[in-house]
């Protein structure tokens, strides 16, 4: 099919005036009038459409060496002739083989199924005739100011907008359409603006609002509803490509719910379009990022990725890139930079090279090529605020425990005495020493606590073998003690991170002094204080390497210790060194102890008990006299005692409670991913886009300088310029597009009817002066984007209604003279969300993890690598908005996919609008509308007395925002009547449908009536009023 | 652009020309209620149009009305199916030699030591023409005489989720439409209760059970009306096909009517010829709800069909959707797709593609064989093949990923049956002779349906996009 006539709206009109062009035909409007033929507007796309593909940018593909989108190759003379002649026509060989006679030396080509229509001929005839002037691209020149027209006759527009709307208008003897009533456009702005439908009340106040300011109140109030974000995003969401999954075969989760909130904020806070741009872009480079701009910048990560084995890294780095180039470019200069990966483009000036160079910007972003994408954790405001509060409580804390306390003084004193006396007596104290280094062979991160203790924390390898050196003055060393302990990072209440067993397998000392290489101390018995069966402690020191110590710490809870002797005491004293090793290399996987605490003793026999351990520094400051103590002695003594005191055990109950919450805090910060640059990979020419082909040009980062050249010299550019790049006011498209997105938003079309495609092969624009005037007051006004938002919907052109006259319709069937408002289906997220609203179920709580309302069982079948099940959400969380279903790219919630939501594997701008059986088959029977459905019954029930007409009204106000009509009326009291009989009578059925859903079923309310008006509720949530803005 | 308002404009022409013939229309009045219209408006009869597809008229002489793709999931080794390669049997256990695979792409083979592979089953001679299939499938080698083999085909994708993608839709790129959305663009259907594109999964178990995207059979940038529509074996066999519980069969059509009713109130209302659109869908939606029933429901079926298939249907079973895709066939769907979830066989390959095979085996011979016992098999065509081959070289005693060689089989109207196409090199590595690129299986395909593959386009992001892309040639020495 090739509906090509309306992609030139101007050609049609002209051709429909004039069958043979423009001569002679009164024509209106002062354009048309001249009979000017423009080059871009009338010439390009028939070009473009039947030429380019072999006279155009791409040079593989160029036949007979010419170019036809290149004005000096045009008119070059190719030796006594040329394939444009100004003026003549007749000369010009472009000219003579278009009108050939003959078919074999016609173009184009017939076996390229391209024809020329009369109506083409005779325009470029024309146009060769006026002089053959070439233009730009219209995209590739930047935005020009236009003078705004005046209207001649009637009423003065309301804004900028309407003035140009007019005059559009005028030229081809349309006028406006009335505004739309009231109640309409209520229900228009809201969906529009907030998603939602407007509640009863608000629409009462907006008709009864006299004043001329009534629409800029009703507006602004929309506007300043946190709901709006989430109604901009559903629209962002698309195009940059959100989901919760990376797609590719497993499509397994990824966290990343933390940018779909930035992307609500950015809205609701107006958060100006160059900054929205530059932190995804490059919110990892500013200056000193906040986590708000690394959350934002996290849009480099949401392309799709693979962890299928076999899958080759240098592949998919490929992949990778290339989507980053066509999503990208899509989503911001609206080019279809894609097509060049392999070749250049065979309609725009955009090149292989910059295709590549573009794709530079982003290799120094850290990829994990085939497997999981790193992720980070990063507070969101409330948790930042909610730490700085724990902190400084704790520091109050601390310091109430630090400071001077002379009733402490004395009984500290005492402790004093009282432990040098035992640690003179039985030198069976264990002394808890500090590690002086700490090593792990599986790339576990070890971390010193404050009591000694060693945690693993980061990867968890499947064996480890920790390498711990201490270092100590004391002497006469006969045995070392072991504690395992457990640690609430492990997400077990045992004491490991794996399952929360352990296998030691081998506990190796040795010790060496002055710096002497350390010499195995042989260990001659060993005793734990549990033992799970067959895995005694003596295997931790045995000949064995495979068997080894274990404790049942997946199902038994409690720390554990054990104690090794050596065989003769080690004299020790200053300047020893004890190398320790704890083996964990058994078949288990991730049996390595998580946190764990080394103690040494000088005791003649090493006791199995902590009952008098010592710090060790605690032990040495204790050893020497009250009077010779240094200050930092007298602190870790006082420190030490306040620790153990009874006096301050309110205080230090406070103190961990205080840090338990302030753990709690840390866990729950959201995970997401985010660009992290390191140094880039050489980006090098794929001819022919072969990811194996290493023999291409290396290129560094660069702009397409068609559209508009980097100037970025001497040094390599990143992406913060890319984003500067972007936003600069020179860039020629990145205003009009999102201008004509947003546009689009409201109007139901572009000015630019493709939102996809801004080049050669695009649309002229119906409005060009418009957009332009648009795309320059957006950037003037400093990027606002709720000021060009208040312009469009306060505009005259978006209130009018959407009915059209016969005559309108025939003069304008696809209302691109805009002489009408547009009409069409909630997008699928709003479908779902308007039946929530008006049953009362919506929960307006904003943003969080993406959330799982109901789904068919065994929908997810098909997934593997993990096999897995939707889990379905509970309470509030099923009745959240459709921006927060979780976002599964292979299999999308299937309600979702039945009104058209795209899976976002790929930027998508335009959602189609489809009119299917399956979406009468979700509102008919998925349980979600089937809930709203008897929770909107109960409310009827409830809120509007025993009178069936009175409930209709109701009813009618909740969902349509409107009165029924008398035969409405008349056909739902009907199946009321009906409904009622027959649930009478099955007043189990009744129950059975009142089950259906998390909702409670109300207990005062009799079933049956129930169930007759759920009848009536899916009949109107059914409506296609319902589901329709218009 | 919309793409849809093209289409809109499109079938509304349809259906004026419709309007009368009443071809494929009903009457909506058929499941109102009387009681209910008591003081409404009478609405007129409404037809429901079919979208009879952008093909019109046809490009070529059509050879076959319908498709039936059986889509053998996770790549079935040509070796162990439909390439019989005795010289890989003596090498067995020997060094890969390097010029096959020096520089080639490789799979979970990256970095291992390539040794050679025998068969791990021998292959038969079948029917009169002596068509060379591997052992494991006795019942498909009943049907020999009517397969094409295939066997030098190629693919560019070496991992499953994207040379899946690529089969079929043309291209590894996302949110390009499925071929069996391509062909009810181009042709619609001929059913109004059913969907014009239907898919149906079974899971296997001898494999690692393939995910299957739902992209695979989506309609990417063509309007949603062209989805494919998955059959299930669990639950709704379509989704939320079935009503609400406590709502029976009369108050389901009670509800519908209302809705139907007012929405035609509404149009007179508001002139939104959109409405007209919703009634229609609300009107096929409604049919389905018994039509897919009734399409399940195999109680119609004597055993001596049952027992051909092997099934008794009802179990998700291969067999069992051989059996379905013949009941949908026979009601006018235009593309049928089935997949079979369980060819991956990194491993314990003799053992697990034997089982595999005989997962599938009876069914697909049934199919053939019913389809053309009931005059069926000459307007339609019937593919049996996955999305790559596997490796010559052993990976342990399996197969790793390759797509440099498969092998597929076609059969039915305007296939020469009983013959091989195409060969691979001695070793089963490269396809060599008459290659066969997946473009070219799809131009074949549409070929076959009277389409020709460079006129079927749609135009997304200003260019003309075909289920081909920018190549693809009609095999016709494979056409009868």
Same mark, same amino acid.
């Given at each position: 099919?090739?509906?090509?006539?309306?992609?030139?709206?101007?050609?049609?009109?002209?051709?429909?005036?004039?069958?043979?062009?423009?001569?002679?035909?009164?024509?209106?409007?002062?354009?048309?009038?001249?009979?000017?033929?423009?080059?871009?507007?009338?010439?390009?796309?028939?070009?473009?459409?039947?030429?380019?593909?072999?006279?155009?940018?791409?040079?593989?593909?160029?036949?007979?060496?010419?170019?036809?989108?290149?004005?000096?190759?045009?008119?070059?003379?190719?030796?006594?002739?040329?394939?444009?002649?100004?003026?003549?026509?007749?000369?010009?060989?472009?000219?003579?083989?278009?009108?050939?006679?003959?078919?074999?030396?016609?173009?184009?080509?017939?076996?390229?199924?391209?024809?020329?229509?009369?109506?083409?001929?005779?325009?470029?005839?024309?146009?060769?005739?006026?002089?053959?002037?070439?233009?730009?691209?219209?995209?590739?020149?930047?935005?020009?100011?236009?003078?705004?027209?005046?209207?001649?006759?009637?009423?003065?527009?309301?804004?900028?907008?309407?003035?140009?709307?007019?005059?559009?208008?005028?030229?081809?003897?349309?006028?406006?359409?009335?505004?739309?009533?009231?109640?309409?456009?209520?229900?228009?702005?809201?969906?529009?603006?907030?998603?939602?439908?407007?509640?009863?009340?608000?629409?009462?106040?907006?008709?009864?609002?006299?004043?001329?300011?009534?629409?800029?109140?009703?507006?602004?109030?929309?506007?300043?509803?946190?709901?709006?974000?989430?109604?901009?995003?559903?629209?962002?969401?698309?195009?940059?490509?959100?989901?919760?999954?990376?797609?590719?075969?497993?499509?397994?989760?990824?966290?990343?719910?933390?940018?779909?909130?930035?992307?609500?904020?950015?809205?609701?806070?107006?958060?100006?379009?160059?900054?929205?741009?530059?932190?995804?872009?490059?919110?990892?480079?500013?200056?000193?990022?906040?986590?708000?701009?690394?959350?934002?910048?996290?849009?480099?990560?949401?392309?799709?990725?693979?962890?299928?084995?076999?899958?080759?890294?240098?592949?998919?780095?490929?992949?990778?890139?290339?989507?980053?180039?066509?999503?990208?470019?899509?989503?911001?200069?609206?080019?279809?930079?894609?097509?060049?990966?392999?070749?250049?483009?065979?309609?725009?000036?955009?090149?292989?090279?910059?295709?590549?160079?573009?794709?530079?910007?982003?290799?120094?972003?850290?990829?994990?090529?085939?497997?999981?994408?790193?992720?980070?954790?990063?507070?969101?405001?409330?948790?930042?605020?909610?730490?700085?509060?724990?902190?400084?409580?704790?520091?109050?804390?601390?310091?109430?425990?630090?400071?001077?306390?002379?009733?402490?003084?004395?009984?500290?004193?005492?402790?004093?005495?009282?432990?040098?006396?035992?640690?003179?007596?039985?030198?069976?104290?264990?002394?808890?020493?500090?590690?002086?280094?700490?090593?792990?062979?599986?790339?576990?991160?070890?971390?010193?606590?404050?009591?000694?203790?060693?945690?693993?924390?980061?990867?968890?390898?499947?064996?480890?073998?920790?390498?711990?050196?201490?270092?100590?003055?004391?002497?006469?060393?006969?045995?070392?003690?072991?504690?395992?302990?457990?640690?609430?990072?492990?997400?077990?209440?045992?004491?490991?991170?794996?399952?929360?067993?352990?296998?030691?397998?081998?506990?190796?000392?040795?010790?060496?002094?002055?710096?002497?290489?350390?010499?195995?101390?042989?260990?001659?018995?060993?005793?734990?204080?549990?033992?799970?069966?067959?895995?005694?402690?003596?295997?931790?020191?045995?000949?064995?390497?495979?068997?080894?110590?274990?404790?049942?710490?997946?199902?038994?809870?409690?720390?554990?210790?054990?104690?090794?002797?050596?065989?003769?005491?080690?004299?020790?004293?200053?300047?020893?060194?004890?190398?320790?090793?704890?083996?964990?290399?058994?078949?288990?996987?991730?049996?390595?102890?998580?946190?764990?605490?080394?103690?040494?003793?000088?005791?003649?026999?090493?006791?199995?008990?902590?009952?008098?351990?010592?710090?060790?520094?605690?032990?040495?400051?204790?050893?020497?006299?009250?009077?010779?103590?240094?200050?930092?002695?007298?602190?870790?003594?006082?420190?030490?005692?306040?620790?153990?005191?009874?006096?301050?055990?309110?205080?230090?109950?406070?103190?961990?409670?205080?840090?338990?919450?302030?753990?709690?805090?840390?866990?729950?910060?959201?995970?997401?991913?985010?660009?992290?640059?390191?140094?880039?990979?050489?980006?090098?020419?794929? $001819? %022919?886009?072969?990811? /194996? +082909?290493? &023999?291409?040009?290396? *290129?560094? !980062?660069?702009? #397409?300088?068609?559209?508009?050249?980097?100037?970025?010299?001497? $040094? %390599?550019?990143?992406? /913060? +310029?890319? &984003?500067?790049?972007? *936003?600069? !006011?020179?860039? #020629?498209?990145?205003?009009?597009?999102?201008?004509?997105?947003?546009?689009?938003?409201?109007?139901?079309?572009?000015?630019?009817?493709?939102?996809?495609?801004?080049?050669?092969?695009?649309?002229?624009?119906?409005?060009?002066?418009?957009?332009?005037?648009?795309?320059?007051?957006?950037?003037?006004?400093?990027?606002?984007?709720?000021?060009?938002?208040?312009?469009?919907?306060?505009?005259?052109?978006?209130?009018?209604?959407?009915?059209?006259?016969?005559?309108?319709?025939?003069?304008?069937?696809?209302?691109?003279?805009?002489?009408?408002?547009?009409?069409?289906?909630?997008?699928?997220?709003?479908?779902?969300?308007?039946?929530?609203?008006?049953?009362?179920?919506?929960?307006?709580?904003?943003?969080?993890?993406?959330?799982?309302?109901?789904?068919?069982?065994?929908?997810?079948?098909?997934?593997?690598?993990?096999?897995?099940?939707?889990?379905?959400?509970?309470?509030?969380?099923?009745?959240?908005?459709?921006?927060?279903?979780?976002?599964?790219?292979?299999?999308?919630?299937?309600?979702?996919?039945?009104?058209?939501?795209?899976?976002?594997?790929?930027?998508v701008v335009e959602r189609p609008r489809s009119n299917t059986p399956q979406q009468a088959l979700v509102l008919l029977n998925d349980p979600v509308y089937v809930e709203a459905a008897r929770v909107l019954a109960e409310r009827i029930v409830r809120h509007s007395g025993k009178d069936a007409d009175?409930?209709?009204?109701?009813?009618?106000?909740?969902?349509?925002?409107?009165?029924?009509?008398?035969?409405?009326?008349?056909?739902?009291?009907?199946?009321?009547?009906?409904?009622?009989?027959?649930?009478?009578?099955?007043?189990?059925?009744?129950?059975?449908?009142?089950?259906?859903?998390?909702?409670?079923?109300?207990?005062?309310?009799?079933?049956?009536?129930?169930?007759?008006?759920?009848?009536?509720?899916?009949?109107?949530?059914?409506?296609?009023?319902?589901?329709?803005?218009? | 652009?919309?793409?849809?308002?093209?289409?809109?404009?499109?079938?509304?022409?349809?259906?004026?020309?419709?309007?009368?013939?009443?071809?494929?229309?009903?009457?909506?009045?058929?499941?109102?209620?009387?009681?209910?219209?008591?003081?409404?408006?009478?609405?007129?009869?409404?037809?429901?149009?079919?979208?009879?597809?952008?093909?019109?008229?046809?490009?070529?002489?059509?050879?076959?009305?319908?498709?039936?793709?059986?889509?053998?999931?996770?790549?079935?080794?040509?070796?162990?199916?439909?390439?019989?390669?005795?010289?890989?049997?003596?090498?067995?256990?020997?060094?890969?030699?390097?010029?096959?695979?020096?520089?080639?792409?490789?799979?979970?083979?990256?970095?291992?030591?390539?040794?050679?592979?025998?068969?791990?089953?021998?292959?038969?001679?079948?029917?009169?023409?002596?068509?060379?299939?591997?052992?494991?499938?006795?019942?498909?080698?009943?049907?020999?005489?009517?397969?094409?083999?295939?066997?030098?085909?190629?693919?560019?994708?070496?991992?499953?989720?994207?040379?899946?993608?690529?089969?079929?839709?043309?291209?590894?790129?996302?949110?390009?439409?499925?071929?069996?959305?391509?062909?009810?663009?181009?042709?619609?259907?001929?059913?109004?209760?059913?969907?014009?594109?239907?898919?149906?999964?079974?899971?296997?178990?001898?494999?690692?059970?393939?995910?299957?995207?739902?992209?695979?059979?989506?309609?990417?940038?063509?309007?949603?009306?062209?989805?494919?529509?998955?059959?299930?074996?669990?639950?709704?066999?379509?989704?939320?096909?079935?009503?609400?519980?406590?709502?029976?069969?009369?108050?389901?059509?009670?509800?519908?009517?209302?809705?139907?009713?007012?929405?035609?109130?509404?149009?007179?209302?508001?002139?939104?010829?959109?409405?007209?659109?919703?009634?229609?869908?609300?009107?096929?939606?409604?049919?389905?709800?018994?039509?897919?029933?009734?399409?399940?429901?195999?109680?119609?079926?004597?055993?001596?069909?049952?027992?051909?298939?092997?099934?008794?249907?009802?179990?998700?079973?291969?067999?069992?959707?051989?059996?379905?895709?013949?009941?949908?066939?026979?009601?006018?769907?235009?593309?049928?797709?089935?997949?079979?979830?369980?060819?991956?066989?990194?491993?314990?390959?003799?053992?697990?593609?034997?089982?595999?095979?005989?997962?599938?085996?009876?069914?697909?011979?049934?199919?053939?064989?019913?389809?053309?016992?009931?005059?069926?098999?000459?307007?339609?065509?019937?593919?049996?093949?996955?999305?790559?081959?596997?490796?010559?070289?052993?990976?342990?005693?399996?197969?790793?990923?390759?797509?440099?060689?498969?092998?597929?089989?076609?059969?039915?109207?305007?296939?020469?049956?009983?013959?091989?196409?195409?060969?691979?090199?001695?070793?089963?590595?490269?396809a060599v002779e008459d290659i066969v690129t997946v473009h070219d299986l799809h131009a074949t395909m549409l070929h076959l349906l009277g389409i020709d593959h460079k006129r079927l386009t749609f135009r997304f992001q200003g260019r003309d996009f075909r289920l081909t892309d920018v190549s693809g040639?009609?095999?016709?020495?494979?056409?009868?």
């Open positions: 099919m090739r509906e090509r006539d309306w992609l030139c709206p101007v050609l049609a009109g002209l051709v429909s005036l004039s069958p043979l062009g423009l001569g002679g035909a009164r024509l209106h409007g002062q354009e048309v009038k001249k009979h000017l033929i423009e080059f871009n507007r009338h010439i390009r796309p028939i070009l473009s459409d039947n030429c380019f593909a072999c006279h155009g940018p791409d040079k593989n593909q160029r036949k007979a060496d010419l170019r036809l989108d290149s004005e000096s190759d045009a008119f070059a003379d190719r030796g006594g002739y040329s394939a444009l002649v100004k003026g003549k026509p007749d000369t010009s060989e472009l000219f003579k083989r278009i009108t050939r006679s003959d078919k074999s030396g016609r173009m184009p080509p017939a076996k390229t199924g391209k024809h020329l229509t009369a109506q083409q001929v005779e325009l470029i005839r024309q146009w060769i005739e006026q002089g053959a002037k070439y233009e730009k691209h219209w995209s590739l020149i930047p935005p020009q100011h236009r003078p705004v027209p005046k209207v001649a006759e009637g009423e003065q527009p309301r804004n900028v907008i309407d003035a140009f709307v007019r005059w559009r208008m005028e030229m081809r003897g349309l006028a406006p359409s009335p505004e739309a009533d009231r109640r309409t456009l209520a229900r228009r702005l809201s969906f529009d603006l907030v998603g939602l439908p407007p509640s009863p009340e608000q629409v009462e106040a907006f008709v009864k609002d006299a004043s001329p300011q009534a629409c800029a109140t009703y507006v602004d109030r929309l506007l300043a509803s946190k709901h709006y974000g989430e109604r901009m995003a559903i629209y962002w969401l698309d195009v940059v490509r959100f989901a919760d999954t990376n797609g590719i075969h497993g499509d397994n989760h990824r966290e990343i719910a933390p940018y779909r909130d930035y992307v609500i904020d950015a809205f609701n806070n107006n958060k100006p379009f160059d900054r929205f741009v530059t932190e995804q872009l490059a919110g990892d480079l500013l200056p000193n990022p906040t986590n708000e701009q690394k959350i934002a910048s996290g849009f480099n990560r949401l392309l799709m990725t693979t962890r299928e084995g076999g899958a080759q890294p240098k592949e998919y780095l490929a992949k990778y890139s290339a989507d980053r180039v066509r999503n990208t470019a899509s989503i911001f200069l609206g080019y279809t930079m894609g097509c060049c990966e392999c070749h250049d483009h065979k309609f725009d000036p955009l090149t292989q090279k910059d295709f590549y160079s573009f794709a530079a910007f982003f290799a120094d972003i850290k990829d994990v090529a085939v497997g999981e994408q790193p992720m980070v954790r990063l507070p969101t405001p409330e948790q930042e605020n909610e730490i700085r509060k724990i902190d400084s409580e704790l520091a109050s804390l601390r310091a109430q425990l630090d400071r001077p306390l002379p009733e402490l003084d004395n009984a500290q004193a005492r402790w004093e005495q009282e432990a040098k006396a035992r640690r003179k007596d039985a030198r069976d104290d264990w002394i808890i020493l500090k590690p002086e280094k700490l090593a792990s062979s599986g790339k576990a991160t070890l971390a010193i606590q404050p009591d000694h203790s060693v945690l693993s924390t980061g990867k968890n390898p499947a064996q480890d073998v920790y390498t711990v050196t201490l270092r100590t003055d004391q002497k006469q060393l006969t045995g070392i003690r072991l504690e395992a302990l457990s640690h609430p990072s492990f997400g077990n209440p045992g004491l490991a991170r794996g399952n929360g067993n352990f296998v030691l397998t081998r506990f190796e000392v040795s010790a060496a002094k002055d710096g002497a290489k350390p010499q195995p101390v042989k260990i001659v018995s060993a005793a734990a204080d549990y033992e799970q069966p067959g895995f005694p402690v003596v295997h931790a020191i045995d000949a064995d390497p495979k068997t080894g110590w274990a404790v049942d710490g997946h199902a038994k809870r409690g720390d554990r210790m054990a104690v090794f002797a050596f065989d003769r005491p080690l004299p020790g004293g200053p300047g020893t060194v004890l190398v320790v090793r704890l083996r964990h290399e058994s078949q288990y996987t991730q049996h390595n102890i998580g946190r764990f605490r080394l103690s040494l003793t000088s005791a003649a026999k090493p006791a199995l008990s902590g009952k008098n351990a010592l710090l060790a520094e605690v032990a040495q400051a204790l050893g020497v006299e009250t009077s010779k103590r240094t200050p930092q002695q007298k602190q870790t003594l006082t420190r030490y005692f306040r620790s153990i005191a009874p006096q301050l055990e309110p205080q230090r109950r406070q103190l961990a409670v205080l840090e338990k919450r302030k753990d709690d805090v840390v866990k729950a910060e959201p995970q997401t991913e985010i660009s992290m640059a390191g140094p880039p990979r050489t980006i090098r020419i794929l $001819r %022919r886009g072969n990811w /194996l +082909d290493d &023999a291409g040009e290396i *290129v560094e !980062p660069n702009t #397409p300088a068609s559209l508009l050249p980097l100037g970025v010299k001497g $040094r %390599r550019a990143d992406r /913060l +310029d890319l &984003a500067k790049w972007m *936003v600069s !006011p020179d860039n #020629p498209v990145v205003a009009r597009v999102f201008v004509n997105r947003l546009w689009k938003l409201f109007f139901g079309q572009g000015i630019v009817k493709p939102l996809d495609d801004y080049g050669s092969q695009g649309a002229w624009p119906t409005h060009p002066d418009l957009l332009d005037w648009l795309a320059i007051e957006f950037r003037e006004s400093g990027w606002d984007v709720k000021h060009l938002v208040k312009l469009m919907v306060l505009s005259e052109t978006y209130r009018q209604t959407s009915k059209a006259s016969e005559k309108l319709k025939q003069a304008d069937p696809y209302n691109q003279w805009l002489a009408r408002q547009g009409r069409f289906r909630l997008d699928a997220e709003m479908v779902r969300d308007n039946a929530l609203a008006v049953s009362g179920l919506l929960v307006h709580k904003i943003g969080g993890r993406s959330v799982k309302p109901y789904q068919p069982a065994g929908y997810w079948a098909h997934l593997n690598f993990p096999i897995r099940e939707w889990q379905k959400d509970s309470g509030e969380e099923l009745y959240r908005r459709g921006v927060y279903t979780y976002w599964c790219r292979t299999f999308l919630h299937p309600s979702l996919v039945a009104f058209d939501a795209p899976s976002r594997e790929e930027c009175a409930r209709l009204r109701f009813a009618f106000r909740q969902v349509l925002q409107r009165s029924p009509q008398p035969t409405e009326l008349k056909l739902l009291q009907g199946l009321v009547v009906q409904h009622l009989e027959q649930y009478r009578k099955d007043r189990a059925g009744a129950a059975e449908l009142m089950k259906i859903g998390d909702f409670p079923v109300p207990k005062d309310l009799d079933v049956s009536e129930l169930a007759a008006w759920t009848s009536v509720a899916r009949v109107l949530l059914n409506l296609h009023e319902t589901i329709t803005r218009n | 652009m919309n793409p849809a308002e093209p289409i809109r404009l499109l079938q509304r022409r349809t259906f004026l020309k419709q309007t009368g013939v009443s071809l494929g229309s009903v009457a909506l009045c058929s499941l109102l209620d009387p009681g209910l219209l008591r003081g409404a408006p009478q609405g007129g009869k409404v037809e429901v149009p079919r979208w009879t597809g952008v093909v019109r008229p046809l490009h070529s002489m059509q050879r076959v009305k319908r498709v039936i793709f059986l889509t053998m999931a996770g790549g079935p080794s040509h070796l162990e199916t439909l390439d019989y390669k005795p010289k890989l049997a003596q090498m067995h256990g020997q060094p890969m030699p390097e010029s096959y695979t020096k520089g080639q792409p490789i799979a979970q083979l990256q970095g291992a030591k390539l040794t050679c592979f025998a068969p791990q089953h021998p292959f038969k001679k079948f029917g009169k023409s002596g068509q060379e299939i591997c052992e494991i499938f006795p019942h498909i080698g009943t049907v020999a005489d009517d397969l094409c083999i295939l066997r030098a085909m190629k693919t560019e994708a070496i991992n499953h989720d994207p040379a899946h993608t690529f089969l079929n839709t043309g291209t590894t790129i996302s949110g390009r439409p499925s071929m069996g959305s391509w062909l009810l663009y181009g042709l619609g259907a001929e059913t109004d209760s059913l969907p014009g594109f239907v898919v149906l999964t079974s899971l296997g178990g001898f494999g690692q059970g393939q995910p299957i995207a739902s992209r695979q059979w989506h309609s990417g940038f063509l309007p949603g009306q062209f989805q494919g529509v998955e059959f299930r074996s669990k639950g709704d066999p379509v989704l939320y096909v079935g009503r609400p519980r406590g709502v029976d069969g009369q108050r389901q059509r009670d509800v519908v009517s209302a809705v139907q009713q007012l929405n035609q109130m509404r149009e007179g209302v508001t002139d939104d010829p959109e409405i007209t659109t919703r009634i229609q869908q609300y009107e096929l939606a409604f049919r389905m709800q018994t039509s897919v029933p009734g399409l399940l429901d195999l109680s119609d079926e004597p055993n001596r069909i049952l027992d051909m298939y092997g099934t008794r249907g009802g179990d998700g079973s291969f067999a069992s959707n051989c059996l379905l895709a013949r009941r949908l066939a026979e009601r006018g769907v235009r593309f049928i797709q089935l997949y079979h979830r369980g060819w991956d066989h990194h491993g314990g390959i003799k053992a697990n593609i034997a089982a595999t095979a005989k997962e599938v085996d009876q069914g697909t011979a049934a199919l053939v064989k019913d389809l053309k016992q009931r005059g069926m098999l000459d307007s339609t065509l019937v593919v049996w093949g996955g999305e790559f081959g596997r490796t010559p070289m052993a990976q342990g005693n399996g197969r790793d990923h390759h797509m440099k060689a498969l092998s597929m089989w076609l059969a039915g109207g305007g296939i020469k049956g009983g013959i091989t196409h195409g060969a691979t090199d001695e070793l089963g590595y490269n040639n009609v095999v016709t020495r494979i056409l009868a």
